[in-house]
């Protein structure tokens, strides 16, 4: 989707580890600057850009998933920027808090990330763009489009697309047309007083049946023996069901699966834009910890309690197809038939009307 939420933040440098934070019922994304995020795929004219480090958290709650994902500024000038797929048109994307990718790893034992090494993202361009914001240094769009157009309208903002971008667009694209775009002007962040280190949040929320995690993107632009890290963190009401179920020998394992604390639901609720927490929760943490070629598929989480994710939502199975077009409408049809009704009934009264009751000639 683009982006993990860490707490600590750890220096730049190869094997960076990203964290991903799933919650309860809004979609925030908090976005800095470099290359490799947990929940999209990062993309400069240039190629590599520094990242230090980035952390996203997505809850669910009430039908609505909020996102939040971070992504530090490392240094560095010139502009660049993410894709990240989303489950569905976001209602609103607005500045995140300021602490809740913090809260939510030192709730799970804090530890130490080092930076992955930079990756490649793209975007494309007969995309239409639905919504534009700009928060600090971060312009953000909102696209709709097919695998094509969203690669189209990257190479026309600037940005040079890794060889796997067209598949890895066409994988998520089958399912939910729409993605996030996010462009960090560096020398603009400079400019404000940015220091390095420092993230700016972004808060998306999403109105949506069930979450997922966006996992393939996280491979873009990579070989596939390079290792992928990232903590994915889930706010839910109940105790979620996840496909691939995380067992460790296909690239993601679980850490934790527990009653939230009364303590962390209230923290993360303090934070700006983090009223929608509820008062009881389930906190989950999933691991990443694999090579590229092993991340192709995504994390569907059924948050209902019926224990039924969705293989079209952890890409494991095409959508259903659409309906034929062709099929018989009986309303259609029975209206065509009255009116053929009413048409003979008219002609018999008219040839009934003439002298002698014999009908028109035809």
Same mark, same amino acid.
């Given at each position: 989707?683009?982006?993990?939420?860490?707490?600590?933040? +750890?220096?730049?440098?190869?094997?960076?580890?990203?964290?991903?934070?799933?919650?309860?019922?809004?979609?925030?994304?908090?976005?800095? *600057?470099?290359?490799?995020?947990?929940?999209?795929?990062?993309?400069?004219?240039?190629?590599?850009?520094?990242?230090?480090?980035?952390?996203?958290?997505?809850?669910?709650?009430?039908?609505?998933?909020?996102?939040?994902?971070?992504?530090?500024?490392?240094?560095?000038?010139?502009?660049? +920027?993410?894709?990240?797929?989303?489950? +569905?048109?976001?209602?609103?994307?607005?500045?995140?808090?300021?602490?809740?990718?913090?809260?939510?790893?030192?709730?799970?034992?804090? !530890?130490?990330?080092?930076?992955?090494?930079?990756?490649?993202?793209?975007?494309?361009?007969?995309?239409?763009?639905?919504?534009?914001?700009?928060?600090?240094?971060?312009?953000?769009?909102?696209?709709?489009?097919?695998?094509?157009?969203?690669?189209?309208?990257?190479?026309?903002?600037?940005?040079?697309?890794?060889?796997?971008? @067209?598949?890895?667009?066409?994988?998520?694209?089958?399912?939910?047309?729409?993605?996030? *775009?996010?462009?960090?002007?560096?020398?603009?962040?400079?400019?404000?007083?940015?220091?390095?280190?420092?993230?700016?949040?972004?808060?998306?929320? !999403?109105?949506?049946?069930?979450?997922?995690?966006?996992?393939?993107?996280?491979?873009?632009?990579?070989?596939?023996?390079?290792?992928?890290?990232?903590?994915?963190?889930?706010?839910?009401?109940?105790?979620? *069901?996840?496909?691939?179920? @995380?067992?460790?020998?296909?690239? !993601?394992?679980?850490?934790?699966?527990?009653?939230?604390?009364?303590?962390?639901?209230?923290?993360?609720?303090?934070?700006?834009?983090?009223?929608?927490?509820?008062?009881?929760?389930?906190?989950?943490?999933?691991?990443?910890?694999?090579?590229?070629?092993?991340?192709?598929?995504?994390?569907?989480?059924?948050?209902?309690?019926?224990?039924?994710?969705?293989?079209?939502?952890?890409?494991?199975?095409?959508?259903?197809?659409?309906?034929?077009?062709?099929?018989?409408?009986? +309303?259609?049809?029975?209206?065509?038939?009255?009116?053929?009704?009413?048409?003979?009934?008219?002609?018999?009264? !008219?040839?009934?009307?003439?002298?002698?009751?014999?009908?028109?000639?035809?």
């Amino acid at each position: 989707m683009h982006s993990a939420v860490a707490g600590r933040l +750890g220096r730049s440098g190869p094997g960076r580890r990203s964290v991903l934070a799933f919650s309860t019922a809004v979609l925030a994304v908090f976005l800095a *600057a470099t290359p490799t995020l947990a929940c999209g795929g990062l993309i400069g004219p240039n190629g590599a850009v520094n990242l230090l480090r980035t952390t996203t958290f997505a809850g669910y709650h009430d039908g609505v998933e909020h996102y939040v994902t971070a992504f530090q500024f490392a240094g560095g000038g010139g502009q660049f +920027g993410s894709i990240t797929p989303l489950p +569905g048109v976001p209602t609103t994307v607005e500045k995140g808090g300021d602490w809740t990718l913090q809260r939510l790893v030192r709730e799970t034992n804090p !530890i130490l990330f080092e930076a992955l090494p930079a990756a490649s993202g793209a975007t494309r361009d007969s995309a239409v763009e639905l919504m534009k914001v700009k928060i600090d240094a971060l312009d953000i769009t909102v696209l709709q489009g097919g695998a094509a157009d969203i690669g189209e309208w990257a190479t026309k903002h600037g940005f040079r697309l890794p060889p796997d971008a @067209p598949e890895v667009l066409d994988f998520y694209a089958r399912r939910s047309p729409i993605f996030l *775009a996010a462009a960090f002007d560096a020398d603009a962040a400079k400019a404000r007083g940015q220091q390095i280190g420092d993230g700016t949040p972004v808060h998306i929320t !999403i109105p949506t049946k069930n979450p997922w995690v966006p996992l393939r993107i996280l491979a873009l632009g990579k070989t596939a023996g390079e290792p992928i890290s990232a903590d994915v963190y889930l706010l839910t009401d109940r105790s979620p *069901a996840l496909l691939p179920r @995380p067992n460790g020998s296909n690239g !993601i394992r679980l850490d934790v699966s527990e009653t939230a604390s009364d303590g962390l639901l209230s923290d993360l609720r303090s934070d700006r834009g983090m009223g929608w927490i509820p008062d009881s929760g389930w906190l989950t943490k999933v691991a990443v910890d694999g090579r590229a070629a092993q991340l192709d598929y995504d994390l569907a989480v059924d948050a209902s309690g019926r224990g039924r994710p969705s293989a079209v939502d952890a890409g494991l199975a095409l959508p259903p197809a659409p309906a034929a077009s062709n099929a018989i409408d009986a +309303g259609r049809l029975l209206m065509a038939l009255a009116f053929v009704g009413v048409g003979l009934v008219g002609v018999a009264l !008219i040839g009934a009307a003439r002298p002698g009751g014999r009908p028109l000639a035809s």
